[in-house]
């Protein structure tokens, strides 16, 4: 227990380094103290350190943290008021830590908390800068740790203690060690600096004792979580771990598999593990595949064969969302995405192993997949291959499915709408190499068996403005012309007239979409859940479409923060591909433990995001294609803690009733008509929400849809 035994650089960097994995983990396995000031905390960040707090706890060490409160523009206004500030940061500490309902990724990294404040290894205080107008804030990132030697490690830099800038962001940190020459005058320097902070010694800070309502909640979520105990292991953890050492997935104590599930693998199996589970969003696919991929490989290690598993999946976020799940099962995959550099040899090197009983796991992109260099990978296996591939849908079209390896064994294909959409050549496609559909679980029996949440449904009709009115109908008559055209047309011309129908549908759909009156209908809805958590909008995309500019207006995602985030006063922030990747993960952490009140999107969070504690939803616009609705609406109603039941707020911009417009109007509107009835169709309050739209369906006569 030395820590100049360690392995430790002066300089760990984001390009680099994880630090995590290089720098907290090995050094706190040695260590028996830990001496940590903070701009900002979160409990995240003991979760992705796990190991070496546990060789701490082992140690009989103690660690000791001193972090700055976040305080609300409310708290900050209050103390400017004068009121007692002390009060109002225990109210801000607590209230990060007792909101209500509690997401479970919360609940699970607090109830981590709560368990070393219970064990006594963990003791926190609180800084703040004294004697400046609506109190400072304290941003010093200073750290030390030391073994039973005496032996010190400090450090200094960019990094919070958090798990977005441990993973994510882009941080660096200075490490001086007290046994390295020219060292130890400033690793004594760092130590003395937190003595005194914690002392309350610090000149303009002011240290004040964690809130006892704040620790009293956090033990109270301690006895919720199980604590594991390295030392007590029983005969089956001993076998998980010696099959995780070899590759093998091996399902995790704590997942209990429900009865479709157990149902869809049996399916699979005796169907000569091929098949498509075809399961709502939200129910457990990615859970189920990865059971059914530990059974198959309970078969194969009897035998002393070797597998190498391939699972596809569309975006980059579900790279990282699989992987996670994957970890749970025992196992670290191979993640292909990104530069081929970064992953072409460890790919080929794990595939090319000789050794027999072993499974190798890849995960990656669809266009990684498609890759020559990816299957040239591919080219090497030699053992049994099994291809799972996720939101299968996506790998219908002529590029994707021409890489699907046709040697491979097993195939298991998973989506909520495994149909193309207009393409029934590529569906067939994907029945032909995958197999039949196994299992079809939809909406309705997978709320009846608990599966998702129960939800109401609430449809807001908003009319358009004039101006609005006289492009949209300008738009519906070219269209009704254009109709005709395509009907009579052939060759070149039946494709040039489809061509410009399809730019016309979607400026026609933009119009409704980006219609003036759903902010101010949105404002409405939104003062009604004001306080409630964990809100999403989805947006239409781009600019308002106006008819003499052809780039647009003010987008509708911009409106949105504005008028949540300036206007009403909420935690807000948007979700778009305009955030980079680790800012979506931060953001994603931030909205699942509380930090934001809603998230603001168009089409980010329509796949490959996890965001089980979201509870309303509004609708402000979303395409014909009826996975996209699915998708969102799978969203909302993923299960949760504390979560009985959801709300899905649509806003339907009403066209124009137009006689002469009619015929052309009625055909186009059957479609959305069925979203708005498919979404109604299996609500809370489906009477109520099919009343809102009686008037319509009469209107186009529609009342068989």
Not at 583 to 592: N, Q
């Amino acid at each position: 227990m030395s820590l100049p035994n360690v392995s430790i650089t002066d300089f760990y960097r984001s390009d680099t380094s994880d630090v995590a994995r290089d720098f907290y983990i090995p050094v706190l396995a040695e260590a028996v103290r830990y001496d940590r000031a903070v701009g900002y905390f979160t409990s995240t960040s003991l979760r992705l350190v796990a190991r070496g707090i546990d060789g701490l706890r082992a140690n009989g060490g103690k660690i000791r943290l001193v972090a700055g409160p976040r305080l609300s523009i409310d708290d900050v206004e209050d103390i400017r008021r004068g009121y007692e500030y002390r009060e109002i940061v225990a109210r801000a500490i607590t209230r990060e830590v007792a909101v209500e309902p509690l997401g479970a990724r919360a609940i699970e990294s607090l109830g981590m908390l709560g368990m070393l404040i219970a064990e006594q290894v963990l003791e926190i205080k609180i800084a703040v800068v004294a004697g400046t107008s609506g109190l400072g804030i304290y941003h010093e990132k200073i750290g030390a740790i030391a073994d039973a030697l005496g032996n010190t490690v400090a450090f200094t830099g960019s990094l919070n203690e958090t798990r977005a800038a441990m993973e994510d962001n882009f941080e660096s940190i200075e490490v001086f060690t007290s046994w390295t020459q020219g060292d130890a005058r400033r690793t004594c320097r760092i130590q003395e600096n937190f003595d005194a902070l914690w002392e309350g010694k610090t000149e303009r800070l002011e240290v004040l004792e964690f809130p006892r309502e704040a620790e009293e909640h956090l033990l109270e979520l301690a006895a919720q979580v199980t604590s594991s105990d390295p030392t007590r292991r029983g005969a089956r953890q001993l076998a998980c771990e010696e099959a995780n050492k070899h590759g093998w997935a091996t399902t995790p104590k704590e997942i209990e598999l429900r009865d479709y599930q157990k149902e869809a693998i049996t399916k699979w199996l005796q169907a000569g593990a091929r098949g498509i589970f075809q399961m709502a969003t939200g129910t457990g696919k990615t859970i189920t595949a990865l059971a059914a991929l530990d059974q198959i490989g309970r078969q194969l290690r009897t035998r002393g064969s070797s597998l190498v598993t391939v699972i596809v999946v569309p975006l980059l976020d579900l790279v990282e969302q699989w992987s996670q799940e994957l970890n749970r099962f025992g196992i670290v995959p191979v993640k292909c995405r990104d530069s081929v550099a970064t992953w072409w040899t460890q790919a080929r090197n794990a595939i090319a192993d000789p050794r027999s009983g072993r499974s190798v796991t890849l995960v990656v992109t669809n266009k990684t997949f498609g890759s020559d260099a990816f299957q040239d990978v591919l080219s090497f296996v030699e053992n049994e291959l099994l291809i799972i591939a996720d939101e299968v849908h996506h790998l219908g079209s002529e590029h994707n499915r021409t890489g699907l390896p046709a040697f491979a064994s097993w195939r298991l294909a998973l989506s909520a709408t495994p149909e193309r959409w207009f393409d029934d050549e590529g569906t067939e496609a994907l029945r032909n190499y995958f197999g039949k559909i196994l299992i079809s679980l939809g909406l309705k029996d997978a709320i009846e068996l608990g599966a998702l949440t129960r939800y109401r449904y609430r449809p807001v009709l908003v009319p358009l403005t004039d101006e609005e009115t006289a492009y949209y109908t300008v738009l519906t008559s070219k269209i009704g012309a254009l109709f005709g055209q395509v009907k009579g047309a052939k060759g070149k011309a039946r494709i040039e007239a489809d061509a410009q129908l399809g730019q016309l549908l979607n400026k026609r759909a933009n119009v409704l979409g980006h219609a003036e009156g759903k902010i101010a209908a949105l404002r409405k809805e939104i003062g009604k859940r004001r306080e409630q958590p964990f809100q999403l909008i989805y947006c239409a995309e781009g600019g308002r479409p106006q008819e003499d500019d052809p780039v647009g207006g003010e987008r509708q995602v911009d409106q949105a923060l504005d008028l949540l985030g300036n206007l009403l006063g909420m935690r807000v922030h948007s979700y778009t591909s305009r955030e980079s990747k680790q800012e979506r993960r931060e953001l994603l952490e931030a909205f699942g433990v509380g930090d934001l009140d809603a998230l603001v999107s168009m089409r980010c969070l329509d796949e490959g995001v996890d965001l089980p504690d979201a509870r309303t939803a509004y609708m402000l616009a979303s395409s014909s294609n009826p996975r996209q609705f699915i998708q969102r609406r799978g969203r909302i109603l993923r299960r949760a803690r504390g979560k009985t039941e959801a709300e899905v707020i649509d806003f339907i911009a009403v066209p124009p009733q137009d006689q002469e417009l009619y015929e052309t109007e009625r055909n186009l509107f059957r479609r959305e008509m069925q979203r708005f009835v498919e979404f109604a169709k299996y609500s809370e309050n489906y009477g109520e929400a099919l009343s809102e739209l009686r008037d319509l369906r009469e209107y186009y006569e529609l009342m068989d849809v």
